[in-house]
C-alpha cells in the first residue's frame, strides 16, 4: 500500500509558522536540552492527539468507499471496466478542493457556526453530506440505475474533500508546531485504521451477509456494508461535537463582494508568497513532486501483483492489512523523529527510503509468486511511506499561515498530487513497452530530483532565508 518541528512556537503577533522556525539548528528549546523519549511519545496521548485519530478515521472512510471498494462492486454487479476507470474521475474533487477551500475558510454557516465555530460547523455539514450520500449508495443498484450511484458517489468525494480542508485547518489551529508532527502521526493513524476498515471491513461485511454464497452478485449485501459505512462516520460525528473550537484568528468584515474575494481568495496566496518571497517557487516545486515516485508506481501496483500470480486472499492479507500495519509503524516512528531532529531531516530520510523500496519491487518482479519476499517488500514499502507521509504532513502544515490555514494547506495537499497522477496515468503504457523491473526502476529515478530539491530546501532554511511578516 502506498494516497499529512522543532519546539518554537510562533511569536505572538505573528501567526505565520515559518519552515525556517521549525529547521533552525540552534532553537531556543534546544538550549535547555532535548525531551527524552518517554516525554516525547507522551504527545500521542494528550487529548488534541486522540482527537485527532479519531478525526483522522472520520477523515479515510469515505475515500475507498469511491474508489477501491466501489470498482470492487462495480466489476462484481458486471459493469464493464472502461466505465469503471472513467468513474476514478470522481478522485478529481480532491485534486481541485482548493477552489473552494476559500469558502471553508471564510464562509461561516448561518447558526451553525454561532454555535460549534468556524471549524467544527464545517466538519459536521461535511459528514451529513458524506452520511447521507453514502446511505443513497447503498440504496442504490448499480446493476439497475447506474447514474444515482455516480451522483452519491460524487457528493461522497466532495463532502470527503469539504471535510479534508475543514480537518486540516482544525488540526494546525489546534496546538503549536511543536506539536504538528505528532498531530499528523495520530491522524495517519486514523486515516490508514478507516481505510482497513472500508477495504477489507466492507468486503468482510458484505461476503458475511450474503445471502446465497454462490451467488455471484447479490445487492442486498453490499447494501448492509455501506450502511455500516455511513454509520461508522457517526464516530467522526461525535468527535466534532465533543471538541473545543480552536481560537479563532481575528477576520475582517467584508464591505462587498470584491472585499471578500480579495480576503478569501487572493490574500492567502498573496501571503504565501510575500512570506518566502523567491524561495516560493522552490517550495512549491518540492510540494509538487515529492511524493511522485511513490504515486506513479502505486498505479501499477494491483495489476503487478495479479500478474504475479498473487491470490486477492493473498494480497489483502499482506497489503491492506499488515501493510497498513507497517505504514502506521512508519508514521509514529516519522512523527517522532520529526519532533526530535526537525522536519527537513526526516523529510529528506523519507525520500530517500521512498525511492529505494520502489527498486525493492524491481528485484520482487524476477522472483516470481514468493510470497515472503512480498512480506518483506511489503515492510519495507510501508515503513517508508509512512515515515516520508508523517513528516510531508508536517511541513506542509510548517508552511501555512495559521489566518488562512485551510485555504493554504488545501492548495499544497492539492498540488503534490496533480503531477504525479498525470504522469501517474501513463504507467500501464510504460509497463506494456518496457516491462515492470524497468518500470520500478524508473519510478525510484524519479525520487532523484525530490532529493535536490529537499537538500536546496533545507540549506536556505539553515541559512535564515526568510521573508518574515
Not at 163 to 181: G, H, K, M, N, P
Not at 184 to 205: C, F, P, S
Not at 251 to 275: E, G, H, K, T, V
Request: hydrophobic share 55%; aromatic share 12%; glycine share 8%.
Amino acid at each position: 500500500m502506498r494516497p499529512s518541528p522543532q519546539p518554537i512556537p510562533p511569536n505572538a503577533g505573528e501567526p505565520s509558522i515559518h519552515a525556517s522556525a521549525l529547521t533552525a539548528p540552534a532553537a531556543p528549546a534546544a538550549a535547555a536540552g532535548q525531551p527524552g523519549w518517554a516525554a516525547t511519545l507522551r504527545v500521542y496521548l494528550e487529548p488534541a492527539s486522540l482527537r485527532m485519530l479519531l478525526l483522522g478515521f472520520s477523515a479515510g472512510l469515505p475515500l475507498l468507499l469511491v474508489f477501491g471498494t466501489l470498482s470492487f462492486w462495480l466489476r462484481e454487479a458486471g459493469i464493464d471496466r472502461t466505465t469503471i476507470g472513467y468513474l476514478s474521475w470522481i478522485g478529481l474533487a480532491y485534486g481541485f478542493k482548493w477552489v473552494w477551500a476559500p469558502l471553508v475558510d471564510r464562509l461561516p454557516i448561518p447558526w451553525l457556526t454561532r454555535w460549534l465555530g468556524r471549524r467544527r460547523s464545517w466538519l459536521l455539514v461535511s459528514q451529513g453530506v458524506i452520511m447521507a450520500a453514502l446511505v443513497g449508495m447503498a440504496l442504490t443498484d448499480p446493476r439497475q440505475a447506474l447514474l444515482p450511484m455516480v451522483w452519491c458517489a460524487l457528493a461522497v468525494a466532495v463532502g470527503s474533500a469539504t471535510q479534508d480542508i475543514a480537518l486540516d485547518a482544525f488540526r494546525i489551529e489546534s496546538a503549536d508546531a511543536q506539536r504538528q508532527a505528532a498531530l499528523a502521526a495520530a491522524y495517519q493513524t486514523g486515516y490508514r485504521m478507516a481505510m482497513i476498515w472500508a477495504g477489507a471491513g466492507v468486503l468482510w461485511i458484505a461476503a458475511r451477509v450474503q445471502a446465497d454464497p454462490a451467488s455471484a452478485y447479490e445487492h442486498g449485501a453490499w447494501q448492509v456494508a455501506y450502511l455500516a459505512m455511513a454509520a461508522s462516520m457517526l464516530l467522526g460525528v461525535l468527535t466534532v461535537l465533543f471538541s473545543p473550537e480552536p481560537q479563532a484568528q481575528p477576520m475582517a468584515r467584508a464591505r462587498n463582494a470584491a472585499d471578500w474575494l480579495q480576503s478569501a481568495l487572493i490574500a492567502p496566496f498573496a501571503d504565501f508568497l510575500r512570506r518566502y518571497g523567491r524561495r516560493a517557487l522552490l517550495i512549491l516545486a518540492l510540494i509538487a513532486v515529492y511524493r511522485i515516485s511513490d504515486v506513479v508506481m502505486g498505479i501499477m501496483a494491483n495489476p503487478f501483483y495479479v500478474d504475479m500470480g498473487y491470490t486477492k486472499e493473498e494480497v489483502a492479507t499482506v497489503t491492506k492489512l499488515y501493510g497498513v500495519v507497517m505504514t502506521l509503524l512508519g508514521a509514529f516512528v516519522g512523527g517522532a523523529l520529526a519532533m526530535r531532529f526537525g522536519v527537513m531531516r526526516v523529510l529528506m530520510l523519507g525520500a530517500v527510503l521512498s525511492a529505494a523500496s520502489n527498486l525493492l519491487f524491481a528485484w520482487l518482479g524476477t522472483l516470481g509468486h514468493q510470497v515472503p519476499a512480498l512480506i518483506f517488500v511489503i515492510s519495507a514499502d510501508n515503513l517508508a511511506s509512512g515515515i516520508a507521509s508523517a513528516a510531508f504532513i508536517a511541513y506542509l502544515s510548517s508552511l501555512t499561515n495559521v489566518s488562512y490555514s485551510a485555504t493554504q494547506y488545501a492548495l499544497f495537499s492539492s498540488m503534490m498530487l496533480l503531477l504525479p497522477k498525470f504522469l501517474a496515468g501513463y504507467s500501464g503504457w510504460f509497463v506494456d513497452a518496457y516491462g515492470y523491473s524497468t518500470f520500478f526502476s524508473a519510478t525510484a529515478l524519479l525520487g532523484v530530483p525530490v532529493l535536490l530539491l529537499v537538500w536546496i530546501a533545507s540549506r536556505q532554511a539553515d541559512s535564515g532565508d526568510v521573508n518574515r511578516s
